[in-house]
């Protein structure tokens, strides 16, 4: 059976851009979650909070579901339900993001040591949204005690899925992936588990496949964010020589590129915006971390382009 791969969200990087651009080259993914929308900025914002997420600027070749970062649930609600006035039927409420600014207000991963709002927050929520839930969470703020005793607890709550990412909050990405946690998460609820976490390689993904039995999907983050040719592989639906990986690793940057240049204001804004992408991609070839070091003393795009083109030209050899 071929695996069901997701697209992670990773904040400032995967959104509507980064997904066109990437189906237009790629293929593979079943479905992406965008990145964090702020429940509070359905009142505050001064800009469409949904703007990522307007399906006249996504493509329909890649599945999308929402995603929301909340612990309030009355704007949980309204934003939701503006969510399902654009199409979707699906929304992920973000249980997951470690950065500490996040969790230290109790939203993302810092919430997971109070299972009993998470239930309380539930109990507000699903009966009122026009919606499927589902979550999105780490194995806990500071402990993965508090997956093994949040997981009981939202069992009777009628979820899409569970998308496990098995480490806590305070570890970022630092420590190995606690892939026993994640086992007995697996014996803890009748749920479907997607499992998100280190798929940086085919033989990483299969090693984890034979490991835990019994999850529904995978999502892959960084390691497809590296090596975008990464699902495709997994589910072995093309081999391409390096020569055509470079190709197609070039016309997708190419089109994201582009269609920031149409997007952002000033070249600041664009070349910023490049720049945070490149820390990524650089990663895929031999000599990327002198050109991304090029790459972030760059001011203006048409330098930008020169130096990637004859990056490129002289036919870098790929780590992925």
């Known amino acids: ?3 069901i791969l997701y697209m992670a969200p990773l904040q400032g990087v995967t959104n509507h851009v980064y997904r066109n651009a990437y189906s ?3 293929f593979g993914y079943d479905l992406a979650v965008a990145p964090f929308i702020r429940s509070c900025e359905i009142r505050k914002s001064t800009k469409n909070p949904l703007r990522d997420i307007l399906p006249e600027r996504n493509c329909d070749r890649l599945k999308l579901v929402p ?3 909340s612990n309030d649930p009355r704007t949980f609600i309204l934003i939701t339900q503006a969510i399902a006035d654009l199409g979707y039927k699906t929304v992920n409420w973000n249980l ?4 500490s600014k996040i969790r230290n207000k109790k939203r993302g991963s810092g919430l997971l040591s109070e299972p009993e709002f998470i239930v ?3 109990s507000q929520v ?3 949204i026009p919606v499927s839930l589902s979550l999105k969470l780490r194995l806990g703020n500071e402990t993965s005690n508090d997956i093994l005793k949040l997981l ?4 009777g709550f009628a979820l899409k899925e569970i998308i496990v990412h098995p480490r806590v909050g305070k570890e970022m990405y630092s420590y190995p992936a606690d892939i026993e946690t994640f086992s007995r998460c697996l014996e803890l609820t009748e749920h479907r588990l997607i499992y998100n976490g280190d798929i940086n390689s085919v033989e990483t993904f299969n090693a984890l496949k034979g490991r835990l039995s019994g999850v529904y999907g995978w999502m892959i983050g960084r390691g497809g964010i590296v090596n975008p040719f990464l699902p495709e592989e997994i589910k072995n639906l093309r081999v391409s020589t390096d020569n055509e990986k470079r190709h197609r690793f070039y016309s997708f940057l190419e089109s994201v590129f582009l269609a920031y240049q149409q997007e952002l204001s000033g070249p600041r804004h664009l070349m910023d915006k490049m720049k945070e992408n490149w820390q990524w991609w650089s990663r895929a070839f031999v000599g990327g971390k002198q050109l991304f070091y090029q790459v972030s003393r760059i001011r203006k795009p048409d330098k930008y382009r020169a130096m990637v083109d004859n990056f490129f030209q002289q036919s870098p050899k790929l780590l992925i």
């Open 24 to 26: 237009k080259e790629f």
């Open 152 to 155: 009981p607890m939202i069992e």
């Open 67 to 69: 995603q929301v970062l």
């Open 96 to 99: 997951g993001c470690p950065l």
């Open 1 to 3: 059976m071929e695996p």
């Open 126 to 128: 699903v009966p009122r």
């Open 120 to 122: 309380d927050f539930l």
